[in-house]
């Protein structure tokens, strides 16, 4: 693979569907051994700069190029693979709904993990992977007893399987505790070494971005902005990683909140009476009697 490949290679860009398009042409490269960032506020664009590099939006003027040698063919469904964190356990089966934990006598047809990822063919490529991700454990897991981290992992080895050259996350982080957002972050480093693998990730946040992140391409106000070397926008932003507030000085800012206007007397803060939950034909909780007193 030469450094000098543009894998994916954007010029004035602009989608046929006037009904999603971004304020200005998009014109990005990404060069082969980059993993950037696609950073920017909700609403701001980013899933519709990735619908354009997934090929999910067609171009009406500008041109898309895409290389990706040395895989053996050159289609976008086979090279580029997209993973939305928003909905992970729907992304894992089409046919799962998370109610299911609390219904167990919906769980004898609940794949497990084994019958998920299925069978490969390249035994080496799968090996590598259940080392990296430690999925040996995992195998007769029923897929909805994995907690949030298992559950990206096994996410994550069903897609590598098939050889990606471009691995698209979005949101990877969400709804992840500190340790295992931690451990995320050492397998996403680790990712960054294999070879012929690139990796995007998508980020609300410019707080967020890991150091393994070689660039950013900030998205604002339906616009895609110029892609920097990470330590060029993190500078252009003035972020810097001192100054950021300590989790003490938080709680101290918290407390130090005026309540003026509330007086609270209540020895009870929470109280749920005989409260149900119910998704369709389905209850969840039913009659829930919870107090949490002060």
């Known amino acids: 693979m030469s450094l000098s490949q543009n894998m994916i290679d954007i010029a004035g860009g602009v989608v046929r569907n006037p009904l999603v398009r971004l304020s200005a042409p998009v014109d990005f490269i990404l060069t082969a051994g980059e993993h950037p960032a696609v950073v920017g506020p909700n609403g701001a664009g980013k899933s519709l700069f990735i619908d354009i590099l997934t090929g999910k939006q067609l171009l009406r003027t500008g041109t898309i190029k895409y290389d990706f040698s040395p895989s053996p063919d050159n289609t976008i469904y086979n090279n580029i693979k997209y993973i939305a964190f928003r909905d992970s356990y729907g992304a894992a089966d089409a046919n799962y709904y998370y109610q ?13 993990v084994k019958d998920l990822l299925g069978e490969t063919n390249d035994t080496e490529l799968q090996r590598e992977l259940f080392h990296l ?23 994550l080895t069903k897609t590598l399987l098939s050889a990606p ?7 990877p982080f969400i709804g992840l505790d500190a340790a295992t957002r931690d451990s995320l972050h050492e397998l996403l480093q680790r990712l960054t070494g294999m070879p012929n693998l690139q990796i995007v990730l998508v980020l609300s946040a410019f707080r967020e971005i890991p150091p393994y992140i070689t660039h950013v391409v900030p998205v604002d106000k339906l616009q895609v902005g110029r892609k920097l070397p990470r330590e060029a926008y993190l500078s252009t932003f003035f972020f810097d990683n001192t100054t950021t507030s300590s989790a003490e000085q938080i709680r101290r800012r918290i407390i130090a909140l005026p309540y003026d206007s509330v007086n609270y007397t209540s020895n009870e803060i929470v109280k749920l009476n005989k409260v ?3 998704y369709g034909e389905r209850t969840i909780l039913k009659a829930l009697d919870w107090t949490v007193k002060r």
């Open 276 to 278: 149900s939950i119910r």
């Open 165 to 171: 050259r471009v691995l698209i996350m979005d949101n």
């Open 133 to 155: 991700f430690q999925i040996e454990p995992l195998l007769d897991k029923k897929i909805i007893h994995l907690s949030g981290g298992e559950l990206r992992k096994f996410q």
């Open 100 to 112: 299911q934990r609390w219904n167990a006598h919906d769980q004898d047809d609940i794949p497990s």
